[in-house]
């Protein structure tokens, strides 16, 4: 089997960086959006409301843990918090997170807005806040499906999944 290490050494802090850039610019549209709402108590509806706070958390979330890994990895790459199987768990755990989260939204919209000829508060906020939650759970997918692809070949050569990642 080729040797990875070089590309997850290049790939890791840029993939978490996506991650931890969308995030970052997710976690603060819902987190606006969830104030403009309280501040007027506005909400177009309950389960809109709920999606929206539960966002707001699944970006703060991927944001703090994203940058987490980024550290981890330069600081303490031999330690078990960057290792194949940590990286698996939260990785799925998180994939679970966006693709509830961001699906559930999308089902409160209706399916997607055309603000245009929507009654909607906020529209473009809440397509922005949709498109954005895709955005990271298409990521998140990515990475799940590359953290399984080197997990497979640890096990495979033999090595355990509490093992370096690189």
């Not at 890791?12 to 104030?35: D, K, M, Q, R, Y």
């Not at 031999?78 to 698996?88: D, E, M, P, R």
């Not at 990785?91 to 966006?98: C, G, M, N, R, S």
Request: aromatic fraction near 16%; hydrophobic fraction near 50%; include cysteine.
């Amino acid at each position: 089997m080729a040797d990875t290490s070089i590309h997850i050494r290049r790939g890791h802090p840029i993939f978490f960086g996506l991650l931890l850039f969308f995030a970052l610019i997710e976690g603060c549209i819902t987190a606006w959006l969830v104030s403009r709402y309280n501040d007027h108590d506005t909400y177009p509806s309950n389960s809109i409301r709920d999606r929206l706070k539960f966002l707001v958390f699944v970006s703060w979330w991927t944001v703090f843990f994203s940058a987490a890994y980024i550290a981890a990895f330069y600081t303490a790459f031999l330690s078990f918090v960057a290792s194949i199987a940590s990286h698996l768990a939260w990785l799925a755990l998180t994939w679970i997170f966006w693709l509830s989260s961001t699906a559930a939204f999308t089902a409160a919209l209706g399916g997607g807005q055309r603000c245009g000829s929507s009654t909607l508060t906020y529209c473009s906020q809440n397509v922005a806040a949709e498109a954005f939650g895709w955005i990271e759970t298409i990521l998140i997918s990515f990475g799940l499906g590359a953290i399984l692809f080197i997990g497979i070949g640890a096990i495979r050569r033999g090595d355990r999944l509490s093992g370096e990642l690189a």
